[in-house]
Each structure stands twice: as C-alpha cells, then as structure tokens.
C-alpha cells in the first residue's frame, strides 16, 4: 500500500492523485471503473478511485 495516501476521512485535492487513465472507448472506462477498489467523489464529472494504494484519476 502505498503510505503516502491519506487516510480516508482526509479529503483529497487534485493533487493526491499520482496517476491518471486516458481511455478511448466506453468499454475501456468500464473496465477501469471495475478496477477500483474505492471510489471518490468529484462534482466535475471525473472518475476517482484507488487501486492497490494508489489514487487514480479515469478520464474519456
């Protein structure tokens, strides 16, 4: 796990996130939403998670 992330009471900033997932068809985003072991909440219409530690930011 990774021990940088904060704990999940902690809110996060865009700035927590370390990696981000380009994908280029509806069946790509699926999969990586089914990935995420958490997933975050964002009023911009993003897709936030975590996997294996990691906070991931999914776009389309």
Known sequence: MNSSAPPPSTPLT???????????VDCETKAAEF????RHRDKNGHLLGTIHGYNV????
């Open 14 to 24: 865009y700035d927590d996130y370390t990696v981000g997932w380009v994908c280029a």
């Open 35 to 38: 990935m995420l072991e958490a």
């Open 57 to 60: 930011a999914i776009t389309w």
